[in-house]
Structures are given as C-alpha cells and as structure tokens.
C-alpha cells in the first residue's frame, strides 16, 4: 500500500508516462494504484491545470498582479470597480475558471506566511456579506490560522495536525470522485481530504479559492502566489 506520495515517487517508472509527473503520482496516491498499461486512459483524464486570478472577485484590499498569479492584502480599502462578483465583507478571491468534471491539480506558494486559506468554492457561493466558509455554504477549504493552527473548514473546524510549515500546497480536485485533497508538496504527504463535494448528480462548477486570512492583527507582507509550473526537483529531495 502507498503510505505516502514518496512511496509513489518511488514505484512509478515516470518516463513512461505522457503525463505531468506529480498528477500521475497523486493518481497513485489517491486510488493506491501501482503504475501499469491498463492504467493510461485513467491517468489521462488529470489535468496540470494553468490557474490565474479573477481580479474582479478580489475583495478591495486585496491587490492581484498584474500576470494574476499572486495576491497580497494591502491593508486598506482601495477604490475599485463595483462588482456583482467581487467578495464585500471577507479577503476572498477566485480563480478566472471553474470545473464541472475531471480531475485536477495546482499549487500554491504560501512562503513563510502566517495567515492563508485555500481551497475551492463554488461558483455560485455568496459574495455579499458575512458568510460562514464551510462545505454546506459551498467552501471546500483549509488553512494556517496565526501562524499556530491549522484547520479544515468543516462543520465544525477540524484541526489538522501538520509537521513542520509547508510552504508549497497542492490542491487535486477529482470531481468524479467528489474529492478535494490537500498536500504537502516538499514531504510529499497528505494533509487533508474532503470526501463530499455535494450532490454529484446536480451539475456543479468548483473554482479555486484563495484567501490571505481574515482579522489578522499584524498583515503578512509575503504575497500568496500560485506556482506557475511544475519543477521536477522535488522528486528528489
């Protein structure tokens, strides 16, 4: 049995897949698969997927670059144009596209950040006002709280016990499984898996969340950036 992504590094003979090599070793992973021929049309269907920034669902003191593929909380309300999709009340941000069937993976960059929250939500999540992130209000999410904690937002919280501070997250969405996973990228583990995305028989959209943490006193002045493609470094770290 694969105990770890590690384990999976370790079996799979990566040159003879087509795939990017870390989806392929969190299909093994997930579904405790060794690597074999009966196995390419399954691997086929994950999806590296290039994730930016939809600067129009920023909260107004969050700032996204110009290549959105970063953000950071500048502190302070700026002016920005009313949106109907733009988040009012939390520091929240989604990406520009959603998925409604697959399986897909990214990662994101939370440095030596305090304060973060990543996750999915979906597409048709509140945007105006206070609302509770948690799977029933359509927020698949975990994250570090003070630098202290950190915590999946389920009803209620669930406190994850973490190692160390990672600082690389992957995220592998399997909505045909109705699965969201979390890991950590450089010790290869995982963190946490939501095992109910909803009702699969309903057509649904999930869009990567993002969040630079809420109420913080003291503002984290590293940005929150999404990895803009895969180094093949850590297969042998």
Same mark, same amino acid.
């Given at each position: ?25 969190? =299909? %093994? &992973? ?6 074999? *021929?009966?196995?390419? !049309? ?5 999806? #590296? @997927? *290039? ?6 669902? #920023?909260?107004?003191?969050?700032e ?15 002016? @920005? ?5 733009? /988040?009012?009340?939390?520091?929240f ?11 897909? &993976? ?12 990543? $996750? ?18 359509? /927020? ?5 709280? *003070?630098?202290?904690? &950190?915590? #999946? ?6 406190? %994850? ?6 600082? +690389?997250? $992957?995220? /592998? ?6 699965? !969201? ?6 010790? +290869?583990?995982?963190? &946490?898996?939501?095992?109910? %995305? ?5 057509q649904?959209?999930?869009?990567? =969340? ?11 002045t590293e ?6 493609? =895969? ?5 042998? *770290?």
């Amino acid at each position: 049995m694969i105990s770890s992504l590690s384990e999976a590094v370790i079996t799979a003979k990566w040159h003879s897949f087509p795939l990017g090599r870390k989806a392929l070793y969190i =299909f %093994l &992973y997930l579904f405790n698969c060794q690597p074999c *021929d009966s196995c390419y !049309l399954q691997h086929d269907l994950i999806i #590296a @997927v *290039d994730v930016t920034l939809n600067a129009d669902t #920023a909260h107004p003191r969050l700032e996204v670059s110009e290549d959105e593929k970063s953000m950071n909380d500048t502190g302070v309300i700026r002016q @920005v144009p009313s949106k109907e999709e733009r /988040f009012d009340c939390h520091i929240f941000v989604l990406a520009k596209d959603g998925y409604t069937s697959g399986r897909q &993976y990214w990662e994101v960059d939370v440095g030596k950040r305090r304060n973060w929250m990543l $996750g999915v939500a979906s597409e048709s999540v509140a945007r105006k006002g206070t609302v509770t992130v948690s799977p029933k209000n359509g /927020f698949w999410v975990i994250g570090l709280a *003070d630098g202290q904690e &950190y915590w #999946a937002h389920t009803d209620p919280w669930t406190r %994850l016990t973490v190692s160390g501070r990672p600082q +690389k997250i $992957g995220i /592998f969405l399997d909505i045909s499984a109705n699965k !969201l996973s979390f890991y950590n990228v450089k010790k +290869k583990l995982a963190l &946490y898996t939501f095992t109910n %995305l909803g009702d699969s028989r309903l057509q649904r959209k999930f869009v990567p =969340f993002f969040s630079t943490g809420s109420g913080v006193s003291v503002l984290d002045t590293e940005p929150l950036k999404i990895v803009q493609g =895969f180094d093949d470094d850590w297969l042998y *770290d």
